[in-house]
């Protein structure tokens, strides 16, 4: 149940005085409250504070603060809330009392609008549902204020010999008029009338049924002490008045709990007040506590149920008001670092009952301020390497504060962004009172400090953000940073490949990186220029590139070859891109079979595998045949094939030397005892022959035709000529002379020569048919012309 909550009315003002422009809705809002008048104006519509003025028939008194706190008024700005309230007791000065039932209080509110003042008289008329009891306080921010029935027994609780100092006094200077004496422990001032008290800023004031006396704080006849170690002022007037043969004597105690709350690490203030604050007044029976902020009351149940904790310790009421409270304001300060305080508008009543069942009822205002307690932001590093991006959540950060700039490596940023297009900055509400910020800043970004490493094969990223953050409404600059480092993969390119029949295909997925190397086949840069030269082919889109490499083409190394076939390795090498250092390669060695293949290697030997299913057919047998010198036989043979490997200058070989090329040519007989007994018919001139050449470009030489050392830049180009069976009708149409190309020693030079040695290039074919041209002169069967021919075509 809600106790003493005021019941308010918002009104719509007419204005009577000389101002001529309407009061907006909603701008001023009054309430009768149990004990006072509540009086609030919104400090958004109004330019500059308003203030009031009190009005009563004797006149208009502006409410200063020395006013205030003698007439019982109480002014309080909070900016926070935009407004600024005025409360004004029910018997303040200037409030009309009927019956202490309706009072009615006229005031001007002066605003300013649009730079001119403005008056508005404005009235309030409150009947309070709450009865008064018989002894009432109010401890105001800036006033105590005492009322009592004026039918209220003597007090109980003084000492007889106090009461007989007072009497004593009393007596011998009472008049029929009122007089006042103020008691400080041991002592009593000099009795005095009340209008000169009431200069002293005392205030004394008969109602039809009760007796007020208000007094400001630390007056001269107040006194501070400690209640069970809690701070309590004291003012202790005392009336009397001789009517004739007797003297009255009322004792008006006005004492308060001036205790301003102490934060505790638990998160609650807690505020104290003794529950016998003064002996003569406060003689506890029982006690009942309603609390709340703002004005309102709960019972104690329900204030413990929002989170309060009340507890009587030793005659002491200690109230802990949660930071966090519903009525509560937050608020942030940058000093250095960040830090929040809560400010609560505390109202406590304390409804006290006497042995005598005299209630009293007692009510606190006061405006509690927890200190500066420190409020942390936090960065959050939430960067996920794959995305390349830094992202980086700045949390926690109050309702009050406002992100309005960063720096990021010092470069500064205006929030939101606005230049720049690949940073972003993203804010997100909570709905506990807090926002977070996201930042995103991708790793390639120009603000984005990169390191490479290339002993760790990785570039460190790093961003260094300073938040520029502001505490509103008063632009308070709080910086908060962070640095945030990446480090990511830049290794060399890992190459995926595949060896097939033809070929060997090497294909790279592009990352961001990638940049940072360059591929080349040998010394030659790879590009789609070259591997069109060479016969690559190469598909190159944003995801990925393709290398396909077919057999024979530039670059391909050969070995292990046997009679089944040969390995054939390719290699791409990868550079660095600053400084062309070769930092890695992809080799990749496939098996390869095929029926024939020519070597001619840089240090002079000829290695050749070669068909010889003709000379099977006119019944050769591949293991007896030999080169021209007949000692030199295959390493190897089967049932059609042979493989001979021999020194270029060795074996019988002819040189023929040309312009820009040396020719090494050999050739592969087959036993004719052999084939005689098959074929009596014995003639050099039907028996197939296989040339075998190999041609190096003079060029590259160093040593011609020395014994003990070949050695050329380059592999030469080999070359096996199968010629036709000459008799005419045994020819089979597709027994042609047949030439096997390989290794070729540069390209550029290859491509100059006619097309009759390189014809139209299919890299991926092994076997090279020889043109119409060369096809003709074979078949004329003039064999040894057909070579003198071929070869003045290519010098
Ligand atoms: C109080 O204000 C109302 C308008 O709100 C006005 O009609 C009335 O006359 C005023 N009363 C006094 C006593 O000033
Ligand atoms: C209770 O208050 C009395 C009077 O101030 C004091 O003497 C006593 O030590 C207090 N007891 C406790 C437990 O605080
Ligand atoms: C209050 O006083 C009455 C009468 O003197 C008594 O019955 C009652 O128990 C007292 N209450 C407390 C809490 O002391
Ligand atoms: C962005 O704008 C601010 C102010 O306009 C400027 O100081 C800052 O240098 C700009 N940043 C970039 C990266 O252009
Ligand atoms: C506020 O809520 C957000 C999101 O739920 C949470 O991350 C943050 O820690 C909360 N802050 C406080 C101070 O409770
Ligand atoms: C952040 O920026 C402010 C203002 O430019 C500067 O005073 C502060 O030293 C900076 N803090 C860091 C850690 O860079
Ligand atoms: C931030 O996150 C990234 C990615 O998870 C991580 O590599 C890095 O070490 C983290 N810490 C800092 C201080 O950047
Ligand atoms: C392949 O394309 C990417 C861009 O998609 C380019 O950076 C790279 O240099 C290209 N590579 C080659 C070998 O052409």
């Not at 413990?304 to 904790?309: A, K, M, S, V």
Request: net charge negative; hydrophobic share 35%.
């Amino acid at each position: 149940m809600a106790f003493g909550l005021c019941f308010g009315v918002t009104l719509l003002l007419s204005v009577w005085s000389t101002a001529t422009c309407n009061i907006p809705d909603g701008f001023l809002h009054m309430e009768c409250c149990d004990r006072y008048f509540m009086i609030a104006v919104d400090l958004s519509i109004t330019g500059k504070e308003p203030h009031f003025e009190a009005v009563d028939e004797t006149g208009v008194y502006p409410i200063t603060e020395l006013y205030a706190a003698t007439c019982g008024y109480r002014v309080s700005v909070f900016p926070l809330l935009g407004r600024e309230e005025l409360r004004a007791s029910y018997f303040s000065c200037q409030t009309d009392n009927q019956d202490d039932k309706v009072f009615t209080f006229n005031f001007n509110l002066i605003a300013t609008h649009e730079g001119q003042e403005v008056i508005y008289a404005l009235n309030k008329t409150c009947s309070p549902s709450l009865p008064w009891s018989p002894r009432e306080v109010t401890c105001e921010e800036n006033y105590m204020e005492v009322s009592v029935k004026s039918d209220v027994v003597c007090p109980t609780g003084m000492k007889r010999d106090d009461w007989d100092a007072v009497a004593q006094t009393a007596y011998v200077s009472a008049t029929s008029d009122w007089q006042v004496m103020f008691q400080r422990a041991e002592e009593q001032s000099l009795p005095m009338d009340l209008t000169e008290a009431r200069k002293l800023g005392y205030a004394f004031d008969l109602t039809d049924g009760r007796l007020v006396f208000r007094t400001p704080y630390g007056q001269p006849d107040s006194y501070s002490t400690e209640v069970n170690d809690v701070p309590v002022e004291v003012v202790h007037a005392t009336l009397f008045s001789r009517q004739s043969w007797m003297v009255l004597m009322v004792d008006l105690v006005a004492a308060c709990s001036m205790h301003e709350g102490l934060y505790d690490d638990g998160g609650y203030l807690m505020w104290e007040t003794p529950e016998v604050l003064h002996p003569l007044v406060f003689n506890l029976n029982e006690s009942q506590l309603n609390i709340g902020l703002n004005g309102e009351l709960v019972e104690q149940p329900v204030a413990e149920e929002r989170g309060f904790i009340v507890e009587r310790r030793n005659t002491t009421a200690q109230i802990g008001i949660p930071y966090n409270a519903e009525g509560g304001y937050r608020k942030s300060s940058a000093s250095g670092d960040l830090y929040e305080f809560y400010i609560f508008h505390f109202y406590l009543e304390q409804i006290l009952v006497d042995e005598d069942h005299v209630e009293t009822r007692l009510r606190f205002h006061r405006t509690l301020i927890t200190p500066l307690l420190p409020r942390p932001i936090f960065t959050e590093n939430q960067t996920v390497l794959e995305e390349r991006t830094f992202t980086v959540r700045l949390g926690d950060v109050p309702e009050d504060v406002e992100l309005a700039a960063v720096h990021l490596n010092g470069q500064e940023f205006a929030v939101p962004f606005t230049n720049t297009s690949s940073c972003t900055i993203t804010k997100v509400v909570h709905p506990n009172n807090t926002h977070c910020y996201t930042l995103k800043v991708p790793f390639d970004d120009p603000v984005v400090i990169q390191q490479f490493s290339k002993e760790d094969a990785s570039m460190e990223h790093r961003l260094h953000i300073n938040y520029t953050l502001m505490v509103l409404p008063e632009k308070e600059p709080y910086y908060h940073s962070a640095s945030v480092v990446a480090l990511t993969d830049v290794s060399p390119p890992a190459f995926d490949t595949v060896c097939s029949e033809s070929g060997i295909s090497f294909k790279l997925d592009h990352r961001p990186f990638d940049y940072l190397w360059e591929l080349s086949i040998g010394s030659d840069p790879l590009t789609s220029e070259l591997a069109a030269r060479h016969g690559y082919i190469m598909s190159n889109d944003s995801q990925s590139l393709l290398l396909q490499v077919p057999l024979f083409t530039h670059g391909y190394k050969y070995k292990d070859v046997t009679l089944e076939g040969f390995s054939g390795t390719f290699e791409i090498l990868v550079h660095d891109h600053e400084t062309s250092e070769v930092h890695s390669s992809a080799v990749k060695t496939c098996p390869f079979t095929t029926t024939e293949l020519i070597m001619c290697s840089t240090d002079g030997r000829m290695t050749v595998v070669a068909d010889l299913t003709l000379a099977i057919s006119s019944g050769g047998v591949p293991a007896r045949t030999n080169l021209v010198d007949k000692y030199c036989g295959p390493k190897e043979a089967d049932d059609t094939k042979a493989l001979f490997s021999f020194p270029l200058n060795g074996c019988g070989s002819t040189v023929k030397l040309g312009k820009e090329y040396v020719i090494y040519e050999n050739e592969i007989f087959f036993s004719k005892t052999l084939r005689s007994v098959k074929n009596p018919v014995d003639s050099s001139n039907d028996v197939d022959r296989v040339t075998v050449q190999c041609m190096y470009p003079l060029a590259g030489l160093y040593r011609l035709f020395s014994v003990y050392r070949f050695e050329s830049d380059v592999p030469g180009v080999g070359r096996i000529v199968h010629s036709a069976h000459i008799t005419e009708g045994l020819q089979n149409p597709t027994i042609e002379p047949t030439t096997v190309l390989q290794t070729p020693a540069t390209t550029t030079r290859l491509t100059r020569r006619p097309v009759t040695m390189r014809p139209a290039y299919r890299p991926s074919a092994k076997h090279i048919k020889v043109s119409s041209f060369l096809r003709k002169i074979s078949k004329k069967g003039a064999r040894g012309s057909s070579q003198a021919k071929v070869y003045s075509a290519i010098f």
